[in-house]
């Protein structure tokens, strides 16, 4: 498998080789998969209070103090209905791989990423790129994937400077990689089929073997 890594070292993305029985091992010693992934979805089409201690299973812990500050409940409760609806337009059925990468999808995409994200949206204050696509990925598992700053730095966005724009635009990149190593992700699932693992999506693979190699090329400096 061929993917785009974050390398920190030198502050510039590079492509690796993924072998095929490392990419399984990989994987099944990613041990965060056992708390985050295992977690209920909830209502599929619905964002409510709890749900925003979802990233906090995999090492994004809102502040849920920032989320009230300045506001009451009543507007809390507001833009959740606003963000479940977003969730609702977007269908549940549809997988990145094949969703198509048009003008009228990005903005769908970015809708929902904006209904959800902090900054200057204000929404869900606290909630930048990495909370907010924890989040969504556990509502829409098959396609949102996980946008941090190592992504958005692997694409060459702003790490910590980012327009809602630019997820989406990552997440259209993610998709090509996918697309391009379909067969290498089946072969992975596959690989997985009396693993404990071996219901995660596809973005979920990938973005397993993203992390845990960028991390392992950051530390081979």
Request: contains cysteine.
């Amino acid at each position: 498998m061929k993917i785009n890594l974050w390398n920190d070292f030198n502050r510039l993305p590079k492509e690796d080789i993924l072998e095929l029985e490392e990419a399984i091992q990989t994987i099944e010693r990613a041990e965060y998969v056992n708390w985050y992934d295992a977690l209920p979805r909830g209502k599929v089409n619905e964002i409510n209070l709890l749900d925003l201690a979802l990233p906090a299973y995999l090492s994004a812990v809102p502040n849920f103090k920032s989320l009230l500050a300045g506001q009451g409940w009543s507007t809390l409760e507001s833009k959740l209905k606003d963000a479940s609806l977003a969730l609702e337009e977007v269908s549940d059925e549809i997988e990145l791989a094949n969703w198509d990468d048009n003008a009228e999808n990005r903005e769908l995409l970015t809708k929902l990423f904006m209904s959800c994200i902090g900054g200057s949206n204000k929404n869900f204050p606290g909630f930048g790129p990495a909370a907010t696509t924890k989040l969504l990925h556990k509502k829409r598992p098959h396609l949102i994937p996980i946008i941090d700053s190592w992504q958005l730095g692997a694409w060459g966005k702003g790490r910590n400077t980012w327009k809602t724009k630019e997820m989406a635009d990552v997440a259209f990149e993610i998709r090509k990689e996918i697309r391009e190593n379909q067969s290498f992700i089946s072969d992975v699932k596959d690989g997985l089929s009396k693993s404990p693992h071996k219901d995660l999506s596809d973005i979920r693979i990938y973005d397993i073997l993203f992390w845990e190699n960028s991390r392992k090329l950051i530390e081979r400096g």
